[in-house]
């Protein structure tokens, strides 16, 4: 799945207006600002970072080509989505992939930046420029931010470029923020029955002694309804409380925009509140970009207020 690029720094005015893609695009959750947009973006060509390849300086322009050139080597053989992508370590070593699907399910295959970061090996990643064949900017999905800021530093840069040349910059520390301030009682006070349900899941998730977070995620529908998951070790994969939550969802017969979803767990991170992971959060995107989200801490009560498109950020939907 692909992220539909936005950023939290554009104006009120862009972030209402419904940006161009192609179908195949949002389908795979790529997509990007709307077309003629000057917010944020520009031209390949005039920024003047140049790194040294074999004795030689290569340009983001020469980049962009050899992503293009990559993507030619796609196999879209279920979205028809090509991507390219191409990456240079701190010590200058070139890197290309593409992204690959082999069968007829999307969740089978790898993505073409998935594929850089499986190549850096210990080599610090310095730049990421990703392209399709979209007229939008493409956007890594939830699953290759999280693999990204596993492995790359947070101030590698990322360069999303449309087919035309079109590009929007960030760093891979800005793919998966967390809200800073917490929630008061009265804003969390309509949640307090969901929040009690995800704190139950959360003393049954299970993870089989793997180092993953332990959530329980709840699902709450217009109509009251609770859809409900937990973290769980099934057949050797790990299945993750939204997911869980979001499966139990389509099964119960509901569709479109739920009211609220509640994550509850711990970490290390801000608060001490649950850190959802890249693939939660392109589910949570997937769910609906602007229902409330609450992440809540069981063990000290600490809560957040924020929405998919705040934890999955320079992303848009139709």
């Known amino acids: 799945m692909r992220a539909i690029l936005s950023s939290p720094g554009l104006s009120s005015e ?60 796609s196999q879209a053989k279920v979205s028809g989505f090509r991507v390219g992508a191409a990456g240079i370590t701190e010590s200058g070593r070139l890197l290309t992939g593409h992204n690959l699907e082999i069968s007829d399910r999307l969740t089978i295959g790898t993505c073409a930046e998935s594929s850089i970061a499986f190549q850096l090996r210990e080599e610090p990643l310095k730049t990421l420029l990703i392209t399709s064949d979209s ?35 960030t760093t891979v520390g800005a793919l998966l923020p967390m809200p800073s301030a917490l929630a008061d009682a009265a804003s969390i006070a309509p949640f307090l029955a969901a929040i009690d349900r995800a704190k139950e899941l959360h003393t049954k998730a299970e993870t089989g002694g793997r180092k993953i977070a332990r959530h329980g995620a709840v699902v709450v529908e217009n109509d009251g309804t609770f859809y409900g998951g937990a973290t769980r070790k099934q057949s050797g994969t790990m299945s993750l409380a939204v997911q869980m939550a979001a499966d139990a969802r389509f099964l119960g017969g509901h569709s479109g925009a739920p009211s609220a979803v509640v994550i509850a767990g711990t970490s290390d991170g801000p608060h001490g509140l649950p850190v959802p992971t890249g693939r939660e959060r392109q589910e949570l995107f997937n769910l609906s970009p602007k229902t409330v989200i609450v992440l809540v801490n069981p063990e000290t009560g600490a809560a957040a207020l924020t929405s998919a498109e705040q934890l999955l950020p320079f992303a848009y939907s139709r």
């Open 14 to 73: 862009l972030r209402s207006r419904r940006p161009f893609s192609d179908d195949r695009a949002v389908a795979l959750g790529r997509g990007g600002p709307p077309r003629g947009s000057k917010v944020a973006l520009s031209r390949l060509g005039v920024e003047p970072h140049r790194y040294p390849i074999q004795g030689r300086i290569l340009s983001d322009d020469e980049l962009f080509s050899l992503a293009k050139s990559e993507k030619e080597k």
């Open 135 to 169: 007229e939008c900017c493409v956007a890594p999905c939830g699953g290759c931010r999280q693999t990204l800021s596993e492995t790359a530093p947070k101030d590698a840069r990322i360069i999303m470029t449309s087919k035309d040349g079109a590009k929007f910059e």
